[in-house]
C-alpha cells in the first residue's frame, strides 16, 4: 500500500473534502490517501500576504503530519493551484513533493502551448511567477483570471460551470494553445464538466496533481526518519521545532 499525504494550505475543511473526493477518484486502490489542512491562515488563499502565509503553514501541516505519527508517505501534494512552499518542502522532506500547478503544467506542456483559466485577479503575477521558477515561462503563454475566486465560484457550481466554460473557449481560440489547465482546488471536477465546449483538452489541476503524485510515490522511496529542516531557528510551533537540525531557545 502507498501512502499520499495531501497538505490543504488553505484552512477550509470544505476544500479539503473537496480534494480528497477527487483525489481518491483519481489514485489506484493501492493507494491510501492522507489529508492535512492548514492550522493558520487563510480560509482560501486569494492574495499575496495568504500566499506567503500558506507556505509555511504548508510546512507545519507537513511537520505536524510527522510529529502526530501518521503513517510515512510515498509523496506529499500541496492541493493549491500555486503550489505554496512547494520549494521550501521538496527541500526538507525526503519524500518527493509535488503540487496542483507543476503537475498542471508538466501535463499541459505535453501538448505543447497551453493557458490557465483560473478564480482570483490577484493570482496572475503568482502563477507567472511559479511559471517561470519552474521552467514553463515560455510553454506558458496566457493566464485569464475571473473576478470571482475559487471559492465563490464552487459556491455557485451552475454559474460557474458557464463562466469557466465560455473563459476557457475563448483563451483556446484567441491564443493558439493545445491546452487549457482549469487550476484551482475549489474548482476540482469542473474540467470534466465543460471539456465538450472547448476545442483543446482542460485539464483538471486536481487530478493532475493526483497523478503526478501517484508516479513520484511509485518512483521513489519512502520519507526517511530522519527528515529535517535545515538550519537554526526561534519561535516555530513545536511540530516543526523538533524537525530543526539545530534548534536556539
Same mark, same amino acid.
Given at each position: 500500500m502507498r501512502h499520499l499525504l495531501v497538505i490543504n494550505p488553505n484552512t477550509s475543511d470544505s476544500v479539503t473534502a473537496l480534494l480528497r473526493t477527487h483525489i481518491l477518484q483519481a489514485s489506484g486502490p493501492d493507494v491510501a490517501v492522507h489529508m492535512a489542512? *492548514? #492550522?493558520? /491562515?487563510?480560509?482560501?488563499?486569494?492574495?499575496?500576504?495568504?500566499?506567503?502565509?500558506?507556505?509555511?503553514?504548508?510546512?507545519?501541516?507537513?511537520a505536524a503530519w510527522i510529529a502526530d505519527g501518521g503513517p510515512t508517505p510515498d509523496a506529499v501534494l500541496i492541493g493549491c493551484f500555486g503550489d505554496p512552499? $512547494?520549494?521550501?518542502? #521538496?527541500?526538507?522532506?525526503?519524500?518527493?513533493?509535488?503540487?496542483?500547478? %507543476?503537475a498542471a503544467f508538466l501535463e499541459a506542456a505535453q501538448h505543447g502551448r497551453f493557458a490557465v483559466v483560473t478564480g482570483g485577479v490577484a493570482w496572475k503575477p503568482m502563477l507567472q511567477r511559479l511559471a517561470y521558477s519552474l521552467g514553463y515561462g515560455d510553454t506558458l503563454v496566457h493566464i485569464h483570471t475571473v473576478e470571482a475566486t475559487g471559492a465563490e465560484l464552487a459556491a455557485d457550481p451552475v454559474a460557474a #460551470?458557464?463562466?469557466?466554460?465560455?473563459?476557457? #473557449?475563448?483563451?483556446? %481560440?484567441?491564443?493558439?494553445?493545445?491546452?487549457?489547465? $482549469?487550476? /484551482?482546488?475549489?474548482?476540482?471536477?469542473?474540467?470534466?464538466?465543460?471539456?465538450? %465546449?472547448?476545442?483543446?483538452?482542460?485539464?483538471?489541476?486536481?487530478?493532475?496533481?493526483?497523478?503526478? *503524485?501517484?508516479?513520484?510515490?511509485?518512483? *521513489?522511496?519512502?520519507?526517511?526518519a530522519?527528515?529535517? $529542516?535545515? /538550519?537554526?531557528?526561534? /519561535?516555530?510551533?513545536?511540530?516543526?521545532?523538533? $524537525?530543526t537540525s539545530v534548534a536556539t531557545v
Open positions: 489542512t *492548514a #492550522r493558520f /491562515g487563510a480560509r482560501y488563499i486569494s492574495s499575496e500576504a495568504s500566499y506567503a502565509v500558506a507556505a509555511h503553514a504548508t510546512l507545519d501541516a507537513w512552499g $512547494l520549494l521550501a518542502l #521538496r527541500e526538507c522532506s525526503a519524500a518527493p513533493v509535488t503540487g496542483l500547478a %507543476e #460551470r458557464a463562466l469557466l466554460a465560455t473563459a476557457c #473557449r475563448t483563451v483556446a %481560440e484567441q491564443h493558439d494553445v493545445q491546452a487549457v489547465i $482549469l487550476g /484551482g482546488a475549489g474548482l476540482a471536477g469542473m474540467a470534466a464538466l465543460i471539456q465538450s %465546449e472547448v476545442r483543446v483538452p482542460v485539464i483538471d489541476s486536481v487530478l493532475a496533481g493526483a497523478r503526478q *503524485a501517484q508516479i513520484c510515490g511509485n518512483a *521513489a522511496n519512502s520519507m526517511s530522519d527528515a529535517r $529542516l535545515p /538550519g537554526a531557528w526561534l /519561535g516555530l510551533s513545536p511540530a516543526l521545532m523538533a $524537525l
